[in-house]
């Protein structure tokens, strides 16, 4: 390096730190260069109001539009509430409007529009499966389930026309099963059929895909995970021949998102290609399939490429972030953290659910 260039450096660095003296400002530190930029706060009450009571966890629809959220506060919405401790929410990041889908025990599980929303509420004497049109107010029971059933863990197509959920029969004798609502039909289909030889275990955790044409669950007794096409009648084991659980199926049916005791990974159904992530656990993957978040070791949620291998931290593990399945849109990202300086303001003292949008 040149004189002069040392020069200019020492000058650049001196002036850098008068200017920091000054201005009274701290230099970054690197939990705060590890967080997204863009970071939205969203449970909030329309007009900006902060919730006074903690909220999460969250999901996003595929086009980023929509949050739907859970919290305990009592003053995100004009009208009073049922009396729970929690409640459900959904807000419209373009409008800013928000507003509660009513009796659900759940994070709302949305529709691409946002006007289909799938959740669990009482039903009778057990929890079961409801879907509610926000346009109309109108809330339909559609797990088909009678005296002592129940149902679990919705998920709904793009167009809100199918919802696929764990059936839970009346005896513990009888394993739990996935099976599909068909709104305009009104009709119910069983897909988490297995293999034919294999013994009566329970299943769980679907997640399916935007044209609702596969549906991917897990079989809790052998640690496997599956995807049914329902157009072909075919079930495809997918996972990696260890003991694993799903995280969720990409909206265009192509990626598998799943979890084992050796890490995440991921399987192209195209193409057959597993792509693995020792130490990390999976948490969503992205609507095209290209994005898988992670949480490391140090409970940092990462953002990984799977067409480039880029791989960041967007959620630093200072800041205790909580995300899950529907935590990725298509360009944004939705996680819930207590952490009081993501956005200026931050003064309820409570976890808040904060959208970013990771470059």
């Known amino acids: ?105 759940s994070v709302p599980s949305l529709s691409a529009g946002g006007r289909w929303a799938a959740t669990i509420g009482w039903g009778g004497h057990d929890i079961g499966v409801f879907l509610t049109d926000r346009a109309t107010g109108t809330r339909t029971k559609i797990d088909g389930a009678g005296f002592r059933e129940s149902a679990y863990q919705p998920s709904i197509s793009a167009d809100g026309r199918f919802v696929a959920f764990q059936f839970v029969p009346y005896h513990p004798s009888i394993p739990t099963r996935v099976d599909v609502y068909d709104r305009i039909t009104g009709g119910h289909e069983t897909v988490s059929d297995g293999p034919q030889d294999a013994p009566a275990r329970d299943m769980s955790h679907p997640s399916i895909s935007a044209d609702g044409r596969l549906v991917a669950y897990q079989d809790d007794g052998a640690g496997e995970v599956w995807v049914a096409d329902r157009r072909t009648g075919r079930h495809t084991r997918v996972d990696d021949g260890t003991r694993s659980g799903l995280v969720q199926l990409s909206a265009d049916g192509r990626t598998v998102a799943m979890s084992s005791a050796d890490g995440a990974y991921v399987r192209d159904l195209r193409t057959g290609r597993v792509q693995r992530f020792p130490g990390m656990t999976a948490r969503a993957v992205s609507p095209d399939g290209r994005r898988l978040l992670c949480a490391d070791a140090q409970a940092a949620l990462r953002l990984r490429d799977l067409r480039t291998g880029a791989d960041r931290v ?46």
């Open 314 to 359: 967007v959620v630093a593990a200072s800041d205790a972030a909580g995300a899950g399945a529907g935590a990725l849109s298509e360009r944004s990202l939705v996680f819930s953290s207590a952490a009081p300086d993501l956005v200026p303001g931050d003064t309820n003292g409570v976890a808040d659910v904060f959208v970013s949008h990771p470059r």
């Open 1 to 105: 390096m040149s004189t002069s260039a040392s020069g200019s450096l020492a000058t650049g660095v001196l002036a850098g730190a008068l200017l920091l003296a000054v201005t009274g400002l701290a230099a970054p530190t690197a939990a705060a260069a590890a967080r997204p930029h863009h970071v939205q706060r969203v449970s909030t009450a329309a007009d900006g109001t902060q919730a006074d009571r903690a909220s999460g966890p969250a999901a996003l629809t595929a086009n980023g539009r929509f949050v739907a959220f859970r919290s305990a506060a009592t003053n995100l919405v004009p009208e009073p509430g049922h009396g729970a401790e929690s409640q459900s929410y959904v807000r419209d990041l373009r409008t800013g409007a928000v507003g509660r889908v009513d009796e659900a025990l």
